[in-house]
């Protein structure tokens, strides 16, 4: 099972950008799948979560500008960020539970400019 993160890139404070995340592989079930970040000198944090009965939780500083959203056909989760800040630099890597296991993919960088 592999998952692969694409869409990062620069962008300007006030902009937008979004993520994908694709699993592959023999996958027989896909539960939660989601997207943390980690920053330069400080620890990887949530960012969203998309449940596999649709529901979705967000980190608090993403509330109102994120949105996390999955195509289970494609096994697929996005994460569509608006109004980015210079905060929200970071990597990017999607996570999914598949096979009952957690997979991570390689990660995808963000840079926001003031």
């Known amino acids: 099972v592999q998952l692969q993160a694409s869409g990062g890139g620069l962008v300007q404070a006030g902009g937008s950008l979004r993520l994908s995340c694709a699993a592959s592989g023999n996958i027989f079930s896909i539960n939660d799948m989601g997207w943390h970040r980690q920053a330069l000198g400080k620890q990887r944090e949530l960012v969203a979560t998309?449940?596999?009965?649709?529901?979705?939780d967000y980190a608090d500083s993403v509330k109102g500008r994120f949105t996390i959203s999955r195509d289970t056909a494609k096994n697929t989760v996005y994460l569509q960020m608006n109004s980015l800040k210079p905060d929200d630099t970071a990597i990017y890597y999607c996570?999914?539970?598949?096979?009952?296991?957690?997979?991570w993919g390689q990660g995808t960088l963000v840079t926001v400019s003031s």
């Open positions: 998309i449940l596999g009965g649709g529901g979705t």
């Open positions: 996570n999914g539970l598949v096979n009952r296991n957690r997979h």
